[in-house]
């Protein structure tokens, strides 16, 4: 018989919430033209997601603030583009949304006024893996459907 930790056994599948990500996030795909025809119009992205391109992105590579502050937000625009799908949380959580990979912004609506949204911030490959991870840290539950905890080279299965 083996012996679990107290965060073996609170992680473990028997305690794991589970959770419908459709429950978790709204979607949609309605703002992409909005966001192409009046950029900083209608978004803005938070001082922490500003900070994080200039120290990790490619405007860390430039010496005056100023372009480097313009090099950052281009950046943030481009992630953007990649998916235009977009993903409003139950939670909003700019350092958990840059840890997992996505980008957090304010997308200015005149009906419900600014809206929190994360998007995907990559092409070509399944990235829902990182709106598992936002969801799991951020509430504590996951999609029954989610393969993240299934990938034995980052969270190995302990038979019992």
């Known amino acids: 018989m083996t012996t679990q930790t107290k965060t073996e056994e609170k992680y473990s599948p028997d305690n794991v919430r589970t959770r419908e990500r459709a429950a978790f996030y709204d979607k949609t795909n309605l703002l992409w033209s909005r966001i192409k025809t009046h950029g900083t119009e209608v978004v803005t992205f938070p001082d922490e997601a500003l900070q994080h391109e200039l120290e990790h992105g490619y405007a860390s590579e430039f010496d005056d603030k100023d372009e480097a502050r313009i090099q950052a937000a281009?950046?943030?625009f481009e992630n953007l583009a990649y998916w235009t799908l977009?993903?409003?949380?139950e939670f909003e959580e700019v350092e958990t949304a840059l840890k997992c990979g996505l980008t957090p912004f304010r997308f200015y609506d005149e009906d419900a006024g600014d809206v929190?949204?994360?998007a995907l911030s990559g092409?070509?490959?399944?990235l829902s893996p990182k709106l598992d991870a936002y969801q799991a840290l951020t509430s504590g539950t996951i999609d029954p459907g989610s393969k993240l905890f299934r990938q034995p080279d980052y969270f190995p299965v302990r038979r019992r």
């Open 86 to 89: 977009y993903f409003a949380p």
């Open 123 to 126: 092409s070509g490959m399944d």
């Open 74 to 76: 281009n950046e943030l």
């Open 116 to 118: 929190f949204f994360l």
